[in-house]
């Protein structure tokens, strides 16, 4: 069963602005990562917060975690065209082995 | 070297056929995942191996075989199966011991016919 939930399914936003996603998940975690994928192909990794962290940043991404609310929160800053992708979240289990699950999704167009 | 190298690409196939799909990486990661894919849905996990050993399966029926013949290859046998089948199947890999991030291949466009 999939582990987590995003909103918004689908974002549209025009160069420049800032872009905000979410993630819930259900079960305890060690972790929650965030990938992106162009088109359907492979996914590719982006940032990665463990269970005792609240926030992370690497370059314009900016995560966040609530492990008593059980969500993350991922903020692309200065949004541009080529960060036009599908956005997902994915936990990894504190228990259950190596099971990393992923959330719904979300599509982002960045309009130029 | 960090890809997961994933073959074919893309894959027709009859319900009476059998094929395979294949997955390969040399980054020494100990973890080896198959996931289906269908349209505008979310990678959804079918097999676990880790240390080539079959640690998770989720209910995957058995017309989908896995197999991991050494640390750095991993496969999908392919039998029977239905035009619902038809999907993205990724691999990727990542090690037991230090960074959890996942690698992941281009993946492989089955269609079933």
């Not at chain 2, 989720?58 to 197999?67: A, D, L, N, T, W």
């Not at chain 2, 990727?92 to 466009?109: D, H, I, K």
Request: glycine share 6%; net charge positive; hydrophobic share 30%.
């Amino acid at each position: 069963s999939q582990q987590g939930e995003e909103d918004p399914q689908a974002l549209s936003i025009q160069e420049g602005e800032n872009a905000t996603m979410n993630c819930s998940y259900k079960t305890s975690i060690n972790n929650l990562q965030w990938y992106r994928q162009n088109s359907g192909r492979g996914l590719v990794h982006l940032i990665l917060i463990r269970s005792n962290e609240r926030e992370k940043h690497s370059g314009r991404l900016r995560v966040t975690l609530d492990t008593s609310k059980k969500s993350s929160s991922l903020l692309i800053t200065a949004s541009r065209a080529a960060d036009t992708a599908s956005y997902f979240c994915a936990t990894d289990a504190a228990i259950g082995g190596s099971r990393l699950t992923f959330g719904e999704g979300t599509q982002l167009t960045v309009n130029p | 070297d960090t890809e997961v190298t994933q073959t074919p690409k893309h894959l027709v196939m009859g319900m009476t056929n059998k094929k395979s799909l294949k997955c390969e990486q040399h980054m020494g990661h100990r973890a080896m995942y198959w996931y289906k894919q269908k349209a505008k849905k979310p990678p959804e996990l079918m097999f676990v191996y880790s240390y080539e050993k079959l640690s998770i399966n989720e209910s995957v029926p058995s017309r989908f075989s896995p197999e991991c013949p050494n640390s750095s290859l991993l496969n999908l046998h392919l039998h029977a199966l239905q035009p619902e089948d038809s999907a993205l199947y990724l691999c990727a890999s990542r090690a037991l011991l230090g960074s959890p991030e996942a690698f992941f291949g281009q993946g492989t466009r089955l269609t079933v016919v």
